[in-house]
């Protein structure tokens, strides 16, 4: 006989158990509102139905449709992010904003995810990506002074949030924790030898299969290797990706083999992604069209590419950008191990498993 599950989230008595880690969030929401007003940035709210969802091989997203008035039917999607949206209020003129975004992602749930979830994204016109290194710790710290905790923790580890990032490169991360030389795999047009990387992959102890693209094998290493080490004396950027894994982002200009992206980790927990954002229309254009076949191969679908945005693009200034999942920041700052600890108002299935 099934266990039965535990009472919903709205029962009084798991409410109150509930509240305080709420009230948290709310007050933190206050503070990072604060921290942007302080700085000049402008608050933006962007619309959640877009023509294109994203272009990215391996993010779903939930489907709908308009219906006219005369009974035509065209097909939207509920946003993965507000970057799309965000990119053409750059091109219109603004040059520092921030958007507390709810977005949906299908075929992600667990303690780390949630289908529906909040996050932060903010964009610095005119401005490096390394902006935003400082900006990522600044917020960690305003999370823990706000939720007064000295200390993040997740999982019965703790890290000091007001400690500066140890920031780390992927070809150095690679050489730590997996002793492959990245960079050595990637010649200087971007091109990658995948045989090289499995190679390295397989004196690592990583599984490689026959099929396997070079960022299959890069994907493996990363998730197996590299990402359980991240985060756990301090907070960690690991930047300067291979410019194959950063579709949205510019190459670097001083090794155009990798781009101005880096991610944000605490306690082996991902952050926030962040890039010096690409603004070249046609290079934007082939990245999507290359994405998307990749995506049709694997999982037989593909999203709309948005024409307004590649028009944007063109006008639109250097500028940097970062998305951070605001649950997650919060789960840290008050000690909670699932999303749904976080979420006033959890899915079914998350409060199902608490």
């Given at each position: 006989?099934?266990?039965?599950?535990?009472?919903?989230?709205?029962?009084?008595?798991?409410?109150?158990?509930?509240?305080?880690?709420?009230?948290?969030?709310?007050?933190?929401?206050?503070?990072?509102?604060?921290?942007?007003?302080?700085?000049?940035?402008?608050?933006?709210?962007?619309?959640?139905?877009?023509?294109?969802?994203?272009?990215?091989?391996?993010?779903?997203?939930?489907?709908?449709?308009?219906?006219?008035?005369?009974?035509?039917?065209?097909?939207?999607?509920?946003?993965?992010?507000?970057?799309?949206?965000?990119?053409?209020?750059?091109?219109?003129?603004?040059?520092?904003?921030?958007?507390?975004?709810?977005?949906?992602?299908?075929?992600?749930?667990?303690?780390?995810?949630?289908?529906?979830?909040?996050?932060?994204?903010?964009?610095?016109?005119?401005?490096?990506?390394?902006?935003?290194?400082?900006?990522?710790?600044?917020?960690?710290?305003?999370?823990?002074?706000?939720?007064?905790?000295?200390?993040?923790?997740?999982?019965?580890?703790?890290?000091?949030?007001?400690?500066?990032?140890?920031?780390?490169?992927?070809?150095?991360?690679?050489?730590?924790?997996?002793?492959?030389?990245?960079?050595?795999?990637?010649?200087?047009?971007?091109?990658?030898?995948?045989?090289?990387?499995?190679?390295?992959?397989?004196?690592?102890?990583?599984?490689?299969?026959?099929?396997?693209?070079?960022?299959?094998?890069?994907?493996?290493?990363?998730?197996?290797?590299?990402?359980?080490?991240?985060?756990?004396?301090?907070?960690?950027?690991?930047?300067?990706?291979?410019?194959?894994?950063?579709?949205?982002?510019?190459?670097?200009?001083?090794?155009?083999?990798?781009?101005?992206?880096?991610?944000?980790?605490?306690?082996?927990?991902?952050?926030?992604?962040?890039?010096?954002?690409?603004?070249?229309?046609?290079?934007?254009?082939?990245?999507?069209?290359?994405?998307?076949?990749?995506?049709?191969?694997?999982y037989g679908e593909r999203y709309p590419i948005d024409e307004d945005l590649l028009?944007?693009?063109?006008?639109?200034?250097?500028?940097?950008?970062?998305?951070?999942?605001?649950?997650?920041?919060?789960?840290?700052?008050?000690?909670?191990?699932?999303?749904?600890?976080?979420?006033?108002?959890?899915?079914?299935?998350?409060?199902?498993?608490?």
């Amino acid at each position: 006989m099934p266990s039965p599950l535990p009472s919903p989230w709205w029962r009084p008595d798991r409410h109150a158990d509930r509240r305080p880690r709420l009230v948290l969030r709310n007050r933190i929401t206050a503070a990072v509102r604060g921290w942007f007003g302080e700085r000049d940035f402008v608050e933006v709210e962007t619309a959640a139905l877009q023509i294109s969802p994203g272009n990215e091989t391996h993010l779903h997203a939930f489907a709908t449709e308009q219906v006219a008035i005369s009974g035509e039917r065209a097909p939207l999607y509920l946003r993965t992010s507000p970057e799309f949206a965000c990119k053409k209020l750059l091109a219109a003129g603004e040059p520092r904003i921030f958007d507390f975004a709810r977005v949906w992602r299908n075929r992600e749930d667990g303690p780390l995810h949630s289908p529906e979830f909040t996050l932060l994204e903010w964009y610095r016109a005119g401005e490096p990506y390394e902006t935003l290194m400082d900006d990522c710790a600044a917020l960690m710290a305003l999370a823990a002074e706000t939720a007064c905790a000295k200390r993040f923790a997740f999982k019965g580890r703790q890290i000091d949030p007001f400690q500066p990032p140890e920031r780390l490169t992927l070809a150095e991360a690679f050489d730590r924790f997996a002793g492959i030389d990245l960079l050595a795999t990637i010649d200087a047009s971007g091109e990658s030898d995948r045989d090289a990387l499995a190679a390295g992959a397989r004196a690592a102890g990583v599984r490689v299969a026959e099929d396997d693209s070079w960022t299959d094998v890069f994907s493996r290493v990363l998730v197996a290797l590299v990402e359980p080490k991240l985060g756990f004396d301090r907070a960690t950027i690991l930047c300067e990706y291979p410019i194959s894994e950063a579709a949205l982002a510019r190459p670097k200009p001083s090794d155009p083999r990798v781009a101005e992206r880096f991610e944000l980790y605490a306690l082996g927990v991902e952050l926030a992604n962040c890039f010096g954002e690409l603004t070249d229309p046609v290079e934007q254009r082939r990245r999507f069209e290359a994405d998307m076949a990749e995506k049709q191969a694997i999982y037989g679908e593909r999203y709309p590419i948005d024409e307004d945005l590649l028009t944007a693009l063109a006008i639109m200034p250097a500028a940097s950008g970062a998305a951070l999942g605001f649950d997650r920041l919060v789960m840290l700052a008050t000690g909670a191990d699932r999303i749904d600890q976080v979420l006033w108002t959890p899915l079914p299935e998350a409060s199902g498993r608490a």
